[in-house]
């Protein structure tokens, strides 16, 4: 069954620390994944997508992630956090077999503590 | 700026009455999408659209329909709400394709007594 496992489920971290999040798929073919951010009160926003080419991509905010196809991961890091990145990350993945509907992770929790 | 509009940001309604939850779009977008928020759970997906009178189910259709009767309004449709149904629902759209981003509403908080 196609699937989307987000291995944290809630991350401490002081300002200035850096940050990984860890995402992993399990989908048949070729994917497009995906990492949305939900801060308190406010909607779901994109943070950064990847369909094809360079497997590090960059998004909005310092937030990066890296597509690595032999590990089915995609994971969200970002080098040094602030109090303002305190929200909840969503990884998702679409696949044509799944007919690009996307199927999100349960989500990390992130609180950043001054 | 896209626009997607819940037409509730908060409603309480009984069991077994039928609920119907409304979402529009300002932008033309081919899919449309229904997902709820649960703790713990993240987003599951209950129905999507990909062109007006066209639906699909998602992941726990169980218990809700949808309505595509015009492209940019999708409504949600809780046969006999149960209290299982409590919960966060968000409606989303987007352009066609697997690489377009989702568009989200704010979300209508739904408590089934």
């Known amino acids: 069954a196609q699937s989307v496992s987000q291995h944290n489920h809630h991350v401490i971290l002081s300002e200035a620390a850096s940050l990984e999040l860890g995402c992993n798929y399990s989908y048949g073919g070729t994917v497009n994944l995906f990492w949305y951010v939900q801060y308190p009160g406010q909607h779901l926003q994109l943070l950064l997508k990847y369909f094809s080419g360079d497997p590090l991509v960059k998004g909005i905010k310092g937030f990066e992630a890296e597509f690595i196809k032999s590990k089915f991961s995609f994971n969200l890091r970002k080098p040094s956090v602030q109090w303002s990145d305190t929200a909840e990350y969503f990884c998702?993945?679409?696949?044509?077999?799944?007919?690009?509907?996307?199927?999100f992770g349960k989500g990390t929790s992130l609180l950043v503590t001054p | 700026d896209v626009k997607v509009t819940q037409s509730s940001r908060y409603l309480v309604k009984r069991t077994g009455e039928k609920v119907f939850l409304e979402c529009v779009q300002d932008?033309?977008?081919?899919?449309m999408f229904w997902y709820r928020q649960d703790p713990g759970l993240g987003l599951r997906l209950i129905y999507f659209?990909?062109?007006?009178?066209?639906?699909e189910k998602g992941d726990i259709p169980e218990g809700y329909s949808v309505s595509r009767e015009k492209k940019e309004r999708f409504s949600l449709i809780l046969e006999s709400a149960s209290t299982n149904q409590t919960s966060m629902y968000l409606c989303?759209?987007?352009?066609?394709?697997?690489?377009?981003?989702?568009?989200f509403g704010s979300g209508t908080q739904l408590s089934v007594l």
């Open positions: 989303a759209s987007s352009w066609t394709g697997g690489t377009e981003k989702l568009f």
């Open positions: 932008m033309d977008h081919e899919n």
């Open positions: 998702a993945v679409n696949s044509r077999n799944s007919g690009y509907a996307l199927n």
């Open positions: 659209s990909y062109d007006v009178k066209m639906k």
